[in-house]
């Protein structure tokens, strides 16, 4: 089946302009390729400068690349840009781009003409999409831009993007500086818009929040693609490894390290006595998680080792993030 996004050995450069007479070439993107199914949430990640927003912009027809290939739906971003203009919808920089005195409703209105709709239609769609993105229900369509807090902003700059009913949504860091309240309502709409069939290639840093709401991941530095797959396959990456924290006493400790080090592969450990007098042992354990809670419970039940609190951690998203960029000290 033809992947919705298909993008092939893409390269870019920026050239900059260095002094009076010199120019150099920044190259942006040296190698990046992923593809994304329709209906798919894809989540591009990487650190502040790895390419991700130059890749969007060529995906949305802004920017040309200097080689490699990048089709949406099969249509061609360089030869045939205008049809791929017509299924996608953008929101970058989503705290620009629309008139401050406006009501958010008139901003939409305004695009809505931009992108060809006529006057009756551009209105129609305001309202649907004010509705789609819950502005309507916020009672804020009508109210001047500039009054927007920023959540409502990224929610206008998505329904500015749903104004052409897109098939595909190109979201760069929609939700950049939003409460917690605000991010998980772009999250949740999200989710919906995917779940209608629509393909959506986004980029963040919140790790939490794409692992919440991605199907698949590309991670890129540096210009160049270092892993890809779905949470799940990134997070096996870093091996079967948990973080074991457990509150024991100090007579139960030594015994307590001794079964943990002799039945399980541990690979760190440390302890440190807390205000409150109990001794916390936090372990880096690599065996699987039914070895691990057999041996507590051994150790508790066999050998009367005192466990008066415990938690079993599994690598996050963020964890396999920092361990693939070779960032992460604490696996
Ligand atoms: N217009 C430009 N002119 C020159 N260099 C640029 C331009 N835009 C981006 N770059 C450079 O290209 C590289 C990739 O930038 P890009 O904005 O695509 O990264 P990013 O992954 O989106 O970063 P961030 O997470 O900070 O948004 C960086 O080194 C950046 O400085």
Redo the contacts with the bound molecule.
């Keep these: 089946m033809l992947k919705t996004i298909i993008v092939e050995h893409l390269k870019k450069s920026?050239r900059?302009r260095e002094g009076f007479r010199k120019t150099k070439f920044?190259e942006?993107i040296k190698d990046v390729s992923f593809n994304v199914s329709k209906g798919e949430i894809h989540a591009l990640l990487?650190?502040?400068?790895?390419?991700?927003?130059?890749?969007i912009k060529i995906l949305s027809t802004l920017l040309l690349p200097d080689s490699g290939l990048v089709s949406i739906k099969g249509f061609d971003v360089v030869k045939e840009a205008e049809k791929v203009r017509r299924i996608i919808g953008l929101a970058i920089d989503v705290s620009k781009g629309f008139y401050s005195s406006l009501s958010g409703f008139e901003n939409l209105v305004f695009y809505g003409l931009l992108k060809g709709l006529s006057l009756s239609d551009s209105r129609r769609r305001a309202r649907e999409v004010l509705e789609l993105v819950g502005l309507e229900e916020l009672k804020a369509s009508d109210s001047p831009y500039f009054t927007y807090s920023l959540g409502m902003r990224a929610r206008l700059a998505i329904a500015k993007a749903l104004l052409n009913d897109p098939e595909v949504l190109l979201l760069d860091?929609p939700t950049l500086g939003l409460d917690v309240e605000s991010s998980r309502h772009v999250r949740e709409m999200l989710v919906k818009l995917a779940r209608d069939g629509r393909t959506i290639l986004v980029?963040g840093?919140n790790m939490h929040e794409i692992e919440i709401v991605s199907d698949t991941v590309t991670i890129i530095n540096k210009?160049e693609v270092v892993a890809s797959g779905t949470p799940s396959e990134l997070k096996s990456r870093v091996g079967l490894v948990f973080k074991l924290k457990v509150q024991t006493t100090l007579d139960s400790e030594p015994l307590f390290k001794k079964i943990v080090a002799d039945s399980l592969d541990v690979k760190r450990v440390a302890s440190k006595v807390n205000s409150n007098g109990r001794v916390e042992v936090n372990a880096i354990i690599s065996s699987n998680r039914e070895d691990i809670v057999e041996v507590l419970f051994k150790a508790s039940k066999e050998h009367g080792v005192k466990i008066l609190d415990l938690q079993l951690i599994e690598p996050s998203l963020e964890d396999a993030y920092l361990a693939i960029l070779g960032v992460l000290d604490e696996y």
């Design positions: 920026y900059v920044i942006a990487g650190p502040n400068g790895a390419g991700k927003t130059t890749t860091e980029t840093h210009g």
